[in-house]
């Protein structure tokens, strides 16, 4: 059993799972798999396994987030069957039995989450108003959809395209709902949000929410987000849309320290020399990566949305002893 490869399997076969979720069923998969035999085994085996999953991520954050959840749940479930059980590898076998039988349960679980965030984040989409999207987040394209079928609303939606298919497949399903949609590329950003005074909302998904209220998202999301806050004398506000299974038990105190919580990202110190030629392949490496991301601190972001309600970042702080 090669946890990776069921990981990458499980995002490949479904496009709506999200990488918390994919990496929570790949651990699960990971218990039909040991031979192990003990309660102890299996942790020290699900310990070794997580530690492979997370080293094979350019970034481990949203995998951690995952993964996180699965241990402490199934942490909890072995002690609670170990005490009712008077015999504990019987308690430890049907703890086992259990997980695999709802292995599907996480992923309809994050499914839901992500229609009741559409639920709450609709409401911040208003009538007569532009919405500027980003990062072809499935979260934000849910929020949107569920306010365009509420026939009391007019709205147009600007979307900044970084060339990636998501974005692309985003930006198809809101046509195809009707969806008066305006592309744009990044480079345009500053100056749509500050000539169109009717934008009022800047949405964005993430791949992790920091327990300090801080995102690790798509590259150019700090910039969007700095952008938003430059303009703010025209009412804009910067909201994220995330499931709370991507809160992380990780911080970062300031913007250069993002790399201290694991994320590696492609070295761009051998184009600090702008004053030097740039051959072809040093070219085609300073075209931005599908996979690079960035942080955005807290206090450029205006709530984040999620199923649970829309949270402040401070807030972000108590959730976690609820969720991790």
């Known amino acids: 059993y090669s946890i990776v490869r069921a990981y990458h399997e499980l995002l490949a076969s479904d496009p709506e799972i999200t990488m918390p979720v994919a990496a929570i069923e790949s651990l699960i998969e990971l218990l039909r798999a040991t031979p192990a035999s003990t309660a102890m085994e299996t942790v020290e085996v699900v310990k070794k396994e997580k530690a492979r999953l997370l080293d094979s991520a350019p970034n481990p954050l949203p995998l951690l987030a995952g993964a996180d959840l699965f241990e402490q749940y199934l942490l909890r479930s072995l002690r609670g ?24 349960l996480f992923a309809q679980r994050a ?7 559409a639920t709450w984040g609709s409401r911040y989409v208003l009538d007569g108003r532009v919405v ?4 072809g987040s ?25 060339g990636s298919p998501r974005c692309e497949s985003s930006v198809a399903a ?10 744009v590329g990044p480079h345009k950003v500053a100056y749509m949000l500050k000539d169109n005074s ?13 327990q300090n209220g801080g995102i690790i ?5 700090y910039q969007l987000a700095s952008l938003t806050k430059l303009v703010k004398g025209s009412l804009k506000r910067f909201y994220v849309a995330a499931e709370t299974h991507k809160i992380v038990r990780k911080t970062a105190l300031a913007h250069p320290q993002v790399l201290r919580v694991g994320v590696k990202q492609k070295d761009i110190s051998k184009f600090a020399n702008l004053g030097r030629d740039i051959d072809g392949e040093a070219a085609r490496d300073m075209v931005p990566d599908q996979e690079e991301v960035d942080y955005t601190d807290p ?26």
């Open 81 to 104: 069957q170990t005490a009712a059980a008077a015999d504990p590898v019987l308690g430890f076998d049907e703890t086992r039995q259990h997980l695999l039988h709802n292995k599907l």
């Open 111 to 117: 499914k839901a989450a992500r229609d009741n965030i």
């Open 132 to 135: 500027m999207a980003a990062g």
């Open 138 to 162: 499935r979260a934000v394209t849910k929020i949107l959809l569920r306010a365009a079928a509420d026939t009391t609303k007019h709205f147009k939606v600007i979307y900044v395209m970084d």
């Open 174 to 183: 809101l046509r195809a709902a009707g969806l008066d949609v305006e592309i």
């Open 198 to 210: 009717q934008i009022n909302l800047v949405l964005v998904g993430t791949e992790v929410v920091l």
């Open 217 to 221: 998202s798509r590259m150019g999301t």
């Open 299 to 324: 206090e450029f972001i205006d709530g984040i949305i999620t199923e649970q309600g829309v949270k402040m970042t401070t807030q972000i702080w108590e959730m976690v002893d609820d969720y991790i």
